[in-house]
């Protein structure tokens, strides 16, 4: 099967999952990072002990039932992780008739969209996605990408994301700005980065920037490097 790789924004959305195991308590948990409106879950048990901090999360409603369609009803994004087969079948069905993006956990079959292993590095995010082929080869390599993003990717993004709206600020035509940006990736910051270089990162950034920004360069680099 061939995906579409797409990266959704839950800000705001209303979401659902059916089943609480470990499979769906993991599940809840990167749901509620993405600040989403609501997540509803569904259960038959009640949460457990090591659940009750993600329960007093004022985004998260847990309700202690069977599943019903109408469960379904203003909802954005639905995951099932029950070990029902059947009742799997009746929520993919349900979701799409409704248009709602719908993932059974495990089974690809069954779903709209799959969640690829995610591995994160500050404002870094890489998704690896065997097609639903083989999770645990897909989780394999996400491990293995610890071993080159190191953690100075996270303070290179950092830097960037809040570099970028004062060089727009300037009033400089789109192509040199992206020109900047361009060199800036490759100007050896990243390198300096990794080495916590402070005084190699401040050359740089000087070299690069334009002259209007380089009393800001101490600052910026204070927050992220």
Known sequence: MQYFPVFLD???KHCLVV???????????????RNPAEVLVIDTRPPGEEFKKVLRSPLMTYEVREFCEDDLDGKWLVIASTNNEELNWEISNLCKER??????????EKCSFIVP???RQGDLTLAV?????SPALAKRIRQGLDEYFG???????????????LVLELGHPTENNSALFRDLVHSGLLEAFEEGDREKS????????PSELHDAIPELLNECL
């Open 117 to 119: 292993a995610v591995f």
């Open 129 to 133: 996605s065997t097609g639903g082929a």
């Open 202 to 209: 401040v050359t740089i950034l000087k070299d690069v920037l």
């Open 19 to 33: 089943g609480a195991g470990s499979v769906g308590r993991r599940k809840i948990r990167a749901l509620l990072e």
């Open 99 to 108: 248009g709602i993006l719908c993932n059974i956990v495990d089974q690809p």
């Open 10 to 12: 839950l800000t705001d």
């Open 151 to 165: 953690s100075h990717y996270g303070g290179f993004l950092a830097l960037m994301s809040r570099l970028r709206p």
